[in-house]
């Protein structure tokens, strides 16, 4: 049964990418936590914020690539909290996340399979988290995807084939559940930046040189600065900001929608 009355929201990468500061942002705004693969001094400094957290280690949610490991992972968060208002997703890591580069004509139809993740993971974690909204007072998800999907470029035809149908996949299963109250969005991003930045092609940012607030630039970032037209880089903090506007409650009326996060590289 829930705590109290405070919103609950699922984050299923809080240790990475833009989950940290996601989870920070949801904490400051009075929501209570499952925070999947953070750690339990994260889980403290979220609680010192004021929120409730279920932390979730990687080792027990599991890879979260089929159908049984989000339903346990939905059903421990309403275990806890009796409810999910809020899921922040992402897609998976290790096997089925993969991502495939290069001339068309060189490309094997194995690189389509070595991809699954991104659809299927996008399937099963919706199937999951959906019911629960639809049992309670609606809802707001963003599912995070990757702005290779919004604007065709060469040598990324594949992986961006397969990223463009996860983004459609969420609008269209968005349009499904508009008239039950449940909003349901995607993002992708583009040269915003984290700590442990790695990117086929992209060389990685030298060791603390980035934090979620900050992309110190140099070297490394003169060709992520040169093709985006604000000329800098983007940050988790950033893009956390631009998230919660769409998970925290106060905007209900946008669904359906893939946004890019990119300083205006899509419309390039």
Not at 143 to 161: K, N
């Given at each position: ?27 400051r ?10 750690s ?89 988290v ?6 309670g ?32 996949l ?11 109250g ?12 984290f ?14 040189m980035?934090s ?51 300083g ?5």
């Open positions: 049964m829930p705590l109290d009355d405070r919103p609950v929201a699922l984050v299923s990468s809080a240790d990475g990418y833009v989950g940290p500061a996601l989870c920070r942002n949801l904490a705004s009075g929501f209570d936590l499952v925070a999947v693969g953070a339990q001094q994260q889980g403290d400094d979220l609680a010192a914020l004021g929120a409730a957290v279920e932390v979730v280690p990687s080792t027990e949610a599991g890879p979260l690539t089929d159908g049984a490991a989000w339903e346990g992972l939905v059903a421990r968060a309403v275990a806890r909290f009796g409810r999910i208002d809020s899921a922040a997703l992402s897609a998976p890591a290790g096997p089925g996340a993969a991502v495939a580069r290069g001339p068309f004509l060189e490309a094997d139809v194995s690189a389509l399979t070595d991809m699954y993740g991104y659809l299927h993971n996008t399937l099963h974690a919706l199937q999951a959906i019911p629960v909204m639809q049992r007072r609606g809802g707001q998800v963003v599912v995070f995807t990757s702005d290779a999907g919004a604007r065709p470029e060469a040598g990324w035809s594949l992986y961006g084939a397969v990223r463009a149908g996860q983004n459609f969420v609008r269209a299963v968005a349009l499904e559940h508009a008239h039950e449940i909003c349901i969005n995607a993002i992708g991003s583009k040269n915003a930046v700590p442990g930045f790695q990117f086929p092609g992209f060389p990685p940012p030298p060791p603390g980035v979620d607030a900050h992309a110190e630039p140099g070297e490394w970032s003169h060709r992520l600065v040169d093709e985006t037209p604000l000329r800098r880089m983007g940050t988790m903090e950033e893009l956390a900001a631009f998230a919660t506007a769409l998970l925290d409650g106060r905007n209900r009326f946008q669904t359906a929608q893939y946004f890019s996060f990119s205006g590289w899509n419309t390039l």
